[in-house]
């Protein structure tokens, strides 16, 4: 993929702390990458990842219902008759449970899958809001998406190596007794900070920015990366609406990209 936007500049970190961004704009952000995913330079990159989120969903989907239903009826056979109420509060327990990890995982195979797909589009995104359209000739399609994969792949396996370690300590948070009363508070911030990561990646890994890099330019901006991961992990609990929220979150992501570098550049400015 071929990048017209200037590059990720390598002293950025040297510089210091660029200014804050509000958390107040994150809702702001995805109601932009909305737009930006629906508009004509950027929907030919949408197309692929929501027929691809709406394939792996619903196939998840249905094995999802199925464990359920079998997990149920077993159950139920098990109990009197006059207990055969309970079916439906352990039906909405099961698919409340069950159905957002479910959810969860097959919406993390799905943008692995579409990730090649995110790296375009969030190239487009970034030359719409740089106002720096890209050219014709530029390096856009199917061979650049080839090209990129081992890259985008061995991204990808950075995140999960650095998401597992923290699934772990929220699992044993939720185990141990006493201590798990604060469980849902940490899969809520960790849920909120991967999705954050995943989603303003995109623009980084374009620019070859290190993933380290990327983490430290998150955590200068920590309460505005959390509210853009929880707006968007709010709104991919949403159904048929989370089908579309991936590529606007991608280019929300981009967006929240632009700024920070804006801030950097602001910085280097002032230092100067």
Not at 14 to 31: K, R, T
Not at 107 to 128: C, D, M, N, Q, R
Request: proline content about 5%; some cysteine.
């Amino acid at each position: 993929m071929q990048n017209n936007a200037p590059q990720g500049n390598s002293n950025f970190h040297n510089i210091g702390a660029p200014q804050e961004i509000s958390v107040f704009h994150m809702v702001g952000y995805l109601g932009t990458g909305l737009k930006l995913a629906l508009s004509k330079e950027c929907r030919l990159f949408v197309i692929i990842p929501i027929i691809i989120n709406f394939v792996v969903l619903a196939l998840g989907g249905y094995l999802v219902f199925q464990t359920i239903s079998t997990f149920l009826q077993q159950y139920l056979d098990m109990l009197p008759e006059w207990l055969t109420f309970l079916s439906y509060i352990l039906w909405l327990f099961l698919v409340l449970t069950i159905g957002f990890v479910f959810c969860y995982i097959f919406s993390t195979i799905a943008t692995i899958i579409a990730s090649p797909f995110y790296g375009l589009l969030a190239e487009k995104a970034e030359g719409v809001l740089r106002g720096a359209p890209f050219a014709a000739g530029s390096d856009d399609g199917i061979g650049a998406i080839v090209k990129d994969i081992p890259r985008i792949l061995k991204r990808e396996l950075q995140k999960m190596m650095y998401y597992i370690p923290r699934v772990i300590i929220c699992l044993i948070i939720t185990l141990i007794p006493g201590v798990n009363v604060i469980a849902p508070i940490a899969w809520f911030l960790l849920a909120a900070w991967m999705m954050c990561i995943q989603y303003v990646d995109y623009p980084y890994d374009n620019h070859k920015i290190s993933f380290a890099d990327m983490k430290k330019d998150l955590k200068q901006q920590r309460l505005a990366s959390f509210a853009m991961g929880a707006v968007i992990s709010l709104a991919m609990t949403v159904p048929i609406l989370n089908l579309v929220i991936p590529p606007a979150a991608v280019c929300a992501g981009t967006k929240y990209f632009v700024e920070i570098q804006k801030r950097y550049d602001l910085n280097t400015a002032l230092n100067n």
